[in-house]
């Protein structure tokens, strides 16, 4: 059972700071990629940022030069540094991840963190 575990959510002031945490845990034999994605009130959810195996990433056009993923392979989490925070970027972020098990290769999610920027 692979499981993805969020955390570093919480509220900050407009142009402040926050890094979010997300841990694969279980069975696999990969992780192809790992991101997060963001779903504001009435809004659909959208891609954030994403780091494939490779090192290579994709950001939004909206957090670009803002945000910052990384990932630690060893400890099979990727991390989320959002900086100049706005408004706008209030959302629960969703941990998702692509991972190569035994038997299948398949799309993950966490539970999502709440992130509220607000002065």
């Known amino acids: 059972q692979v499981q993805l575990v969020e955390s570093g959510g919480g509220s900050v002031q407009p142009g402040g700071s926050l890094r979010l945490s997300c841990a694969a845990s279980g069975k696999f034999f990969s992780i192809d990629a790992m991101g997060w994605y963001r779903q504001a009130p009435g809004k659909e959810r959208e891609l954030v940022a994403r780091i494939i195996k490779d090192g290579s990433t994709n950001y939004a056009d909206s957090v670009k030069d803002r945000f910052t993923i990384s990932r630690d392979n060893a400890k099979n989490t990727a991390y989320l540094q959002m900086s100049s925070l706005k408004p706008e970027d209030t959302a629960v972020y969703f941990c998702?991840?692509?991972?190569?098990?035994?038997?299948?290769?398949?799309?993950?999610w966490g539970e999502g963190t709440q992130v509220t920027v607000s002065s």
């Open positions: 998702w991840s692509h991972i190569t098990t035994e038997t299948s290769t398949d799309n993950y």
